[in-house]
């Protein structure tokens, strides 16, 4: 896993990811950002601003961010009990929203495809949201670094509100299915 080094690194990072096409509604490939550079742009305005802020409480680097740091970037929310995820329009937003891609290296907890590598193969990349370990319908909260991974679409709404064990098995039988159908099998 190559998380970024520097913040400077993670806002590359991610407003290029924005950039690339991705499938969305009714089949249709488009980026998420028309502006990588007016994107990482404004994620490092932002930076630099909670660097100015926290001085030496904040991070020196997105690989030492942690439960603590969340608060920095989400001053009025109750951490312990935010159920909505935080709007991808906002700043704030969209840097939490790297901080977990990048932890989790742009690709999702569940099938195990890069969007990275799915963009150097198909010209296209995977649309990856915010997936909840514990669901926000069973009380799982939307600002805790443990409850929150990438998953792509796929498999998000796949997941729905299945146990981690439930969707392990419902992949592990589409994964036999297709392969049964591809002639080959697993056990």
């Not at 950002?33 to 409480?57: C, E, F, H, M, N």
């Not at 929310?77 to 989790?104: F, H, M, S, Y």
Request: charged share 25%; aromatic share 8%; net charge positive.
């Amino acid at each position: 896993m190559m998380r970024s080094p520097t913040w400077e690194a993670l806002a590359k990072r991610y407003s290029e990811f924005a950039a690339m096409p991705a499938w969305w509604a009714a089949g249709h490939v488009r980026a998420s950002t028309d502006d990588p550079a007016r994107l990482q742009a404004a994620l490092l305005v932002a930076i630099g601003k909670l660097r100015s802020r926290y001085r030496t409480q904040w991070p020196s680097s997105p690989v030492q961010f942690e439960q603590q740091h969340v608060r920095f970037l989400f001053p009025n929310a109750d951490i312990k009990a935010e159920l909505r995820n935080p709007r991808r329009r906002t700043v704030a937003g969209q840097l939490w929203t790297a901080v977990i891609l990048d932890r989790c290296d742009f690709s999702c907890c569940w099938c195990g495809r890069s969007a990275l590598e799915t963009f150097e193969l198909e010209r296209r990349t995977l649309r990856l949201e915010l997936d909840h370990q514990t669901p926000r319908a069973r009380g799982g909260t939307a600002l805790s670094l443990e409850n929150i991974r990438a998953a792509c679409r796929s498999c998000n709404t796949l997941r729905g509100q299945l146990q981690p064990e439930q969707m392990l098995a419902e992949l592990l039988s589409m994964a036999r299915a297709i392969l049964k159908t591809a002639g080959t099998s697993i056990t």
